[in-house]
């Protein structure tokens, strides 16, 4: 299956409980091998049966991510059905560059995931669907672009615009903070 790269900005707290869960997987890894060597067998032997249970047992971050990512893209506010989306949309969505809205004023971390090429179009087309009209009204207004010069209650129009947009990034802090493994529960 295809995988596509994501770039997206996390929450610190996040992106250190995954740097800690592969941590701890790495550790969790060892000891598995230190424990079939002293069931006597060779670290080849060993090494061969902790890669095939690192699947199931330990998987990797991308899978996480993307575990939390189809969680929260099963939830009604995102889960569609959407109209596909346009070529001239895919191509826009697959520019890098931040959308339009305050900053959140808390450390945030850049990740980089490939994740299945489908998952990936279902992200998109979520962010794009429920973000559509309020990009649309953002762009209509003049709202939007590089050294705009705002006044007080234009930009009091476009931060609560913005708050309404779904970018892939927020879905993604989203889904780590509900389902990833800093979630509570």
Known sequence: MEKLPVTVMIYAYQAGRLDLLKKQQRLEEAATIRELEGQGKTRREARIIVARMRPEEWPSLETVVAHAVEQRLDEPDLAGPWRPLTLLEEEELALSGRWPGPSLGVSL???????????????????????????????????????????????????????????????VREALARYGPAASG
């Open 109 to 171: 971390s850049q990740r980089n995931y490939k994740f299945p090429s489908d998952l990936v179009k279902r992200l998109r087309t979520a962010a794009w669907r429920v973000s559509e009209q309020p990009l649309r009204e953002l762009r209509e207004r003049g709202l939007v672009g590089a050294g705009l010069v705002l006044g007080e209650s234009e930009r009091a129009l476009r931060d609560q615009l913005a708050e309404q947009l779904y970018p892939v990034p927020r879905i």
